[in-house]
T-cell receptor
Framework: LAKTTQPISMDSYEGQEVNITCSHNNIATNDYITWYQQFPSQGPRFIIQ???TKVTNEVASLFIPADRKSSTLSLPRVSLSDTAVYYC??????????FGPGTRLSVLP | GAGVSQSPRYKVAKRGQDVALRCDPISGHVSLFWYQQALGQGPEFLTYFQNEAQLDKSGLPSDRFFAERPEGSVSTLKIQRTQQEDSAVYLC????????????FGPGTRLTVT
């Protein structure tokens, strides 16, 4: 069961780039890395997923080094509406899909 | 298109009562998941269905918890003889294939046991 470690909280200002790093030292060969975003009173929302190197979509980028023991979610030019909890997950499903406490991002004006 | 819906959104139960929480997944989604989320914590896995088959129920905290998905679509999570520690948000998610990395979550049902 791959465990993840990420900062409990982060603060940023509008317009800045935010990078949230997640450590997963015992990631398995077939594990993917997935990030979710959750707003209060809502279910989590899928942001991005990757296996290695870099993945980019319209919302974020995900950087994964060659050893895959960590990953960094990059949010370009954050706005107030990006204030949320961000979860890093490693695994596939079931008991292997562990959310953890997440990173509480606060974007300030 | 419609997302995952859950009902009721809020449920207050007296300790000892039975409750049933409903999840309507996205049409055509094969996989369905239930999670329990305590205040300030991340969601915790409860159980997983692929079509009507319950493939993993290892996260159910006790035999008071029971989930079903008889026709491979709508699912119901039932909690018998509710206890105060059952108070939480219950989230349902669905995904379109067996590799469920991209799960679509419903808004959750907030259960309060008094």
């Amino acid at each position: 069961l791959a465990k993840t470690t990420q900062p409990i909280s982060m603060d940023s200002y509008e317009g800045q780039e935010v990078n949230i790093t997640c450590s997963h030292n015992n990631i398995a060969t077939n594990d993917y890395i997935t990030w979710y975003q959750q707003f209060p009173s809502q279910g989590p929302r899928f942001i991005i997923q990757g296996y290695k190197t870099k993945v980019t979509n319209e919302v974020a980028s995900l950087f994964i080094p060659a050893d895959r023991k960590s990953s960094t979610l990059s949010l370009p030019r954050v706005s107030l509406s990006d204030t949320a909890v961000y979860y890093c997950l490693v695994g596939d499903y079931g008991q292997n899909f562990v959310f953890g406490p997440g990173t509480r991002l606060s974007v300030l004006p | 298109g419609a997302g995952v819906s859950q009902s009721p959104r809020y449920k207050v139960a007296k300790r000892g009562q039975d409750v049933a929480l409903r999840c309507d997944p996205i049409s055509g989604h094969v996989s369905l998941f239930w999670y329990q989320q305590a205040l300030g914590q991340g969601p915790e896995f409860l159980t997983y269905f692929q079509n009507e088959a319950q493939l993993d129920k290892s996260g159910l905290p006790s035999d008071r918890f029971f989930a079903e998905r008889p026709e491979g679509s709508v699912s119901t999570l039932k909690i018998q003889r509710t206890q105060q520690e059952d108070s939480a948000v219950y989230l349902c998610a669905s995904s379109s294939d067996r590799g469920p990395y991209e799960q679509y979550f419903g808004p959750g049902t907030r259960l309060t046991v008094t």
